[in-house]
């Protein structure tokens, strides 16, 4: 009698931060993410569920919205391909500003027939202690705890982290630097607050070109940070610098990455590409890698493939002007 052949199939996941809702890149999120061919996508800062809805009918996939925990609207969602046996959306009010969206899907796979993704928003706010780590940390508890019970199953945790990895290089002398060129190219501008912050689209009719003679697209407007006035006569005067760059670099918290890997999550990208940056964040002025898609045990021994797309692994020139993000991509033998 012969043996029956088990059935294994790769899983293609897909994180990736759309940037408040994708207003006036819609078009381009679309086709990016339709490029991926991915089986699940899991989004960040969905403010727009409509354009989630046509998002999910474009591609031909199902759709779940976990609203926020703060009520911001700053939602996440699962798009999937694969059939949503059951979803939860865990609120943790007054821990969470986001909200932990856990989705259970059917793989078609014999070797994993059920998966478990995760999907998190975590906090920036890197103006608070211990730039924004404090807060995180506390997020991961939460989200920790909705495991308890399933910790054992196969699963994933994906999404924008705001977190470095320990060991990870940040681009901080490059990104002051592209930061004062934004400045002296006056598409920054002073605000009475003391604030720099982007030019917006509409203010005048030079302000999408100039946007575009600077290298970004004007459309990504939202995506550029505000800071405070006095940070940029301090650009003035910092050399683009390794050193440098470590230097602020360790003055980054870096507790977040290190608790989940600690607790025996395995970071797919830099698992399978121990010294590529892997940089995720901004499309803009590629400086961090945010975005991680983490597996447990059962699915790190799965973990085929884990590329930014938009980099060399993965090519795709509109992933840079889609969002301020690069979608992240992993792939497991199911």
């Given at each position: 009698?012969?043996?029956?052949?088990?059935?294994?199939?790769?899983?293609?996941?897909?994180?990736?931060?759309?940037l408040l809702g994708g207003a006036r890149r819609e078009?381009?999120?679309?086709?990016?993410?339709?490029?991926?061919?991915?089986?699940?996508?899991?989004?960040?800062?969905?403010?727009?569920?409509?354009?989630?809805?046509?998002?999910?009918?474009?591609?031909?996939?199902?759709?779940?919205?976990?609203?926020?925990?703060?009520?911001?609207?700053?939602?996440?969602?699962?798009?999937?391909?694969?059939?949503?046996?059951?979803?939860?959306?865990?609120?943790?009010?007054?821990?969470?500003?986001?909200?932990?969206?856990?989705?259970?899907?059917?793989?078609?796979?014999?070797?994993?027939?059920?998966?478990?993704?995760?999907?998190?928003?975590?906090?920036?706010?890197?103006?608070?202690?211990?730039?924004?780590?404090?807060?995180?940390?506390?997020?991961?508890?939460?989200?920790?705890?909705?495991?308890?019970?399933?910790?054992?199953?196969?699963?994933?945790?994906?999404?924008?982290?705001?977190?470095?990895?320990?060991?990870?290089?940040?681009?901080?002398?490059?990104?002051?630097?592209?930061?004062?060129?934004?400045?002296?190219?006056?598409?920054?501008?002073?605000?009475?607050?003391?604030?720099?912050?982007?030019?917006r689209v509409g203010e005048d009719a030079a302000v999408?070109?100039?946007?575009?003679?600077?290298?970004?697209?004007?459309?990504?407007?939202?995506?550029?940070?505000?800071?405070?006035?006095?940070?940029?006569?301090?650009?003035?005067?910092?050399?683009?610098?390794?050193?440098?760059?470590?230097?602020?670099?360790?003055?980054?918290?870096?507790?977040?990455?290190?608790?989940?890997?600690?607790?025996?999550?395995?970071?797919?990208?830099?698992?399978?590409?121990?010294?590529?940056?892997?940089?995720?964040?901004?499309?803009?002025?590629?400086?961090?890698?945010?975005?991680?898609?983490?597996?447990?045990?059962?699915?790190?021994?799965?973990?085929?493939?884990?590329?930014?797309?938009?980099?060399?692994?993965?090519?795709?020139?509109?992933?840079?002007?889609?969002?301020?993000?690069?979608?992240?991509?992993?792939?497991?033998?199911?």
């Amino acid at each position: 009698m012969s043996r029956a052949r088990t059935r294994t199939r790769l899983l293609r996941v897909v994180t990736y931060n759309i940037l408040l809702g994708g207003a006036r890149r819609e078009e381009r999120i679309t086709e990016v993410l339709r490029r991926t061919g991915a089986d699940v996508i899991t989004l960040q800062e969905v403010s727009n569920p409509a354009f989630a809805a046509e998002l999910a009918r474009s591609l031909g996939m199902e759709l779940v919205i976990g609203h926020a925990s703060d009520g911001s609207g700053i939602n996440l969602a699962v798009l999937s391909r694969l059939p949503v046996r059951r979803w939860r959306n865990h609120t943790h009010r007054g821990r969470m500003l986001r909200s932990h969206l856990e989705t259970v899907l059917t793989t078609g796979g014999d070797h994993v027939p059920e998966l478990h993704l995760h999907s998190v928003h975590l906090a920036a706010r890197f103006g608070e202690r211990k730039k924004g780590e404090e807060r995180r940390r506390r997020e991961l508890d939460a989200l920790l705890s909705d495991l308890t019970e399933t910790a054992d199953a196969p699963h994933l945790i994906a999404g924008d982290f705001n977190s470095l990895a320990p060991g990870d290089h940040l681009e901080a002398t490059a990104f002051f630097a592209r930061m004062a060129e934004l400045r002296r190219a006056r598409v920054l501008v002073r605000q009475a607050n003391g604030l720099v912050a982007p030019k917006r689209v509409g203010e005048d009719a030079a302000v999408d070109e100039a946007w575009l003679r600077v290298g970004v697209d004007p459309r990504l407007d939202v995506g550029i940070p505000v800071l405070p006035f006095v940070v940029y006569p301090l650009t003035a005067l910092l050399p683009r610098s390794r050193v440098v760059d470590r230097v602020l670099g360790g003055t980054i918290e870096r507790g977040t990455v290190a608790r989940l890997l600690e607790a025996g999550y395995v970071d797919a990208y830099r698992h399978l590409h121990p010294r590529a940056h892997g940089y995720t964040c901004a499309t803009w002025m590629p400086a961090a890698r945010i975005d991680y898609v983490f597996a447990n045990s059962v699915m790190a021994a799965r973990l085929r493939r884990c590329e930014v797309v938009g980099s060399r692994g993965w090519p795709d020139r509109e992933a840079t002007v889609a969002s301020d993000h690069h979608p992240l991509l992993a792939e497991f033998a199911v």
